[in-house]
């Protein structure tokens, strides 16, 4: 069975003193069940200089520490970047790679997402490679194309043994910070495709067991409807994951 999962993407949010609180707020009431987190997977990317301290103060076996970003080189002379082995060196199992507003406002290219992604793996973390199509292009009926080419062009070109520590999470750019989520319909008409697009690719086995999360607008009202749909196996969570009680019936939604 496939990993439900739900990741609380701080994005430029919170300092250090009140993303630790936050950090310790979510752990300390997470019920024993959702601790494991080879079940389900409870995960948190606090900006990267409040990554260290919330490894430091909660107990990191029960949370996946998970960061935002990370370098498309592996060191070296790359002035104000952070590479994928120092995350791991802080106790990171994930890294978010290809969000929208990197991809929007930091131009990063399928092509370096690739050599991001890349670079995870090689650290032994999993990447949540985030993927989903702008207003325009679902208005003209472009969306399963333009989502088609991110999978080609970055994850389906890795091997079958890498594939299997991909996690997808579509995020309609439209639906992001807007209060205006995907339609139940919407979501699983998407996560069901990218789903028959990974068998096509790799086989049923591995789609079947291939975690794809919904991001953009999700919170503690809308969770359980996006979350009852079969293909739908969790959350990226932005604004709702800032405060613990939201994020916390977030989780509690399957
Ligand atoms: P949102 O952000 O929940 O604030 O819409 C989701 C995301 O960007 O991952």
Known sequence: MRKKIVAGNWKMNTDIESGVSLAKNIVSNLAN????CEKIGVAIAPPFTQLYAVAQAVDIEKICLTAQNCAAEAKGAYTGEVSAQMLKAIGCRAVIIGHSERRAYYNETNEILFKKVKLVLENGMKPIFCCGEILAERNENKHFQVIKNQLDEV????SYEDFNNIIIAYEPVWA???GLNATQEQAQEI???IRSLIAEKYGNEMAENRSILYGGSCNAANAKDLFANKDVDGGLIGGASLKAEDFLKIINSF
């Open 33 to 36: 069940e959702l601790c494991d």
């Open 155 to 158: 994850i389906f070109k890795l």
């Open 176 to 178: 992001i910070g807007t």
């Open 191 to 193: 996560h069901a495709y």
